[in-house]
C-alpha cells in the first residue's frame, strides 16, 4: 500500500548547502502533509506540516512547498548544518477520515557534510 | 517528562516467545496509535485507540497480535509466539486535539 513516494533514497549536501527532498501521494482525500525527522534509535519528531489550502510553509530554516494539481509536496531545507544528517520521512493524512492515521513514506537518509 | 513513554526500549527474545510492549502517552492526548518500523523503511500503521476503544486495525495486525487501551491511558501491544518477521521497532504515538502525532522512542524488538 505503497501511497506516498518519497525521493530520493538518500541525499549527500555540503553545509550550507540546500537539501530538498520530495514526496507524490496517491489518495485526493489526503489533506494533512507533515514531515518528520528521524534520529537513529529514536522515534520520528515532527518538523512541520501543511494542509492543501497554501502552497507554501516556512518555519526557520525548513519550508514545504506543495502543489494539490501535481499531488507533491517538498521540503526545502536551507543552509544544510551536519546536525541536520537524520532521516526524513513525508506523511499524509485525511482529516476527515475516523482515525486520521499518517501515511509515511520510505525515508531519505540525509547527510551533511562539514 | 511529558512525551510518550515506552518500555523496554530493547527486547531480545527466542522464536515462539510472547512478548508485550507498552506505551504511556502524553496525559491529555486521548488517541493513540502503534506502528511498525523496519530498518530502511517508514513506519506502517497498526492500531488506533481513542480512548480505551480500538477502532482500526491493519492488515498487517495478524491474530498473533493483540492491543489494548485499558481505561484509556497506557497502552500494551502483545505479539504471541513471535516469529523472526516480527523483529522491528514498535512505534506509539499520541495525538492532540491539533492534530499533532508525538512519537515515543519506540521498542526494538529482535526475534533470535
Known amino acids: 500500500q505503497q501511497q506516498v513516494k518519497q525521493s530520493p533514497q538518500s541525499l549527500i549536501v555540503q553545509k550550507g548547502g540546500i537539501s530538498i527532498i520530495n514526496c507524490a501521494y496517491e489518495?485526493?482525500?489526503?489533506?494533512?502533509f507533515p514531515w518528520y525527522q528521524q534520529f537513529p534509535g529514536k522515534g520520528p519528531a515532527l518538523l512541520i506540516a501543511?494542509?492543501?489550502?497554501?502552497s507554501e510553509k516556512k518555519e526557520g530554516r525548513f519550508t514545504i512547498s506543495f502543489n494539490k494539481s501535481a499531488k507533491q509536496f517538498s521540503l526545502h531545507i536551507m543552509d544544510s548544518q551536519p546536525g541536520d544528517s537524520a532521516t526524513y520521512f513525508c506523511?499524509?493524512?485525511?482529516?476527515?477520515?475516523?482515525?486520521?492515521?499518517?501515511?509515511f513514506g520510505t525515508g531519505t537518509l540525509l547527510a551533511v557534510q562539514p | 517528562d511529558t512525551g510518550v513513554s515506552q518500555n523496554p526500549r530493547h527486547k531480545i527474545t527466542k522464536r515462539g516467545q510472547n512478548v508485550t510492549f507498552r506505551c504511556d502517552p502524553i496525559?491529555?492526548?486521548?488517541?493513540l496509535y502503534w506502528y511498525r518500523q523496519t530498518l530502511g523503511q517508514g513506519p506502517e500503521f497498526l492500531t488506533y485507540?481513542?480512548?480505551?476503544?480500538?477502532?482500526?486495525k491493519s492488515r498487517l495486525l495478524s491474530d498473533r497480535f493483540s492491543a489494548e487501551r485499558p481505561k484509556g491511558s497506557f497502552s500494551t501491544l502483545e505479539i504471541q509466539r513471535t516469529e523472526q518477521g516480527d523483529s522491528a521497532m514498535y512505534l506509539c504515538?499520541?495525538?492532540?486535539?491539533?492534530?499533532?502525532?508525538?512519537f515515543g522512542s519506540g521498542t526494538q524488538l529482535s526475534v533470535l
Open positions: 485507540f481513542q480512548n480505551e476503544a480500538q477502532l482500526e
Open positions: 504515538a499520541s495525538r492532540s486535539f491539533n492534530e499533532k502525532l508525538f
Open positions: 489518495n485526493t482525500a489526503f489533506d494533512y
Open positions: 506523511a499524509a493524512s485525511s482529516y476527515g477520515g475516523a482515525t486520521n492515521k499518517l501515511i
Open positions: 501543511i494542509r492543501p489550502d497554501v
Open positions: 496525559s491529555e492526548h486521548n488517541r
